[in-house]
């Protein structure tokens, strides 16, 4: 099962820019949804998640300018990237935690922002 992301690419610092992930092959309930971020030689760290109740949490670096949202039915993540940053520049990856425990990763897609 591989989650697919997609909506990266290169934007200016200031811009705007928006992730969105599904999970069309997964049939079990979903706990929590969230996109992850990592640059090479680092951890990778969380962006933002929601759970299905609709509570968020969000990095500090990230909170007040991302947004993430989530469309339960449809198996659908998004993160809302406002004013980014340099320090944005990473791969992110979506991520689906079921309440069975399993865990599952996109494939990632880069972010690139210029100053």
């Known amino acids: 099962v591989q989650l697919q992301a997609s909506g990266g690419g290169l934007v200016t610092a200031g811009g705007s820019l928006r992730l969105s992930c599904a999970a069309p092959?997964?049939?079990?309930?979903?706990?929590?949804m969230g996109w992850y971020r990592q640059v090479p030689g680092k951890q990778r760290e969380l962006v933002a998640s929601?759970?299905?109740?609709?509570?968020?949490n969000y990095g500090d670096s990230v909170k007040g300018r991302f947004t993430i949202s989530r469309d339960s039915a449809k198996n659908t993540v998004s993160l809302q990237m406002t004013n980014v940053r340099p320090e944005d520049t990473a791969v992110y990856y979506c991520?689906?935690?079921?309440?069975?425990?399993?865990?599952?990763w996109g494939k990632g897609t880069q972010v690139t922002v210029s100053s």
């Open positions: 092959d997964i049939s079990f309930e979903i706990n929590v």
């Open positions: 991520n689906a935690h079921l309440l069975l425990g399993m865990s599952y």
């Open positions: 929601i759970s299905s109740a609709g509570n968020t």
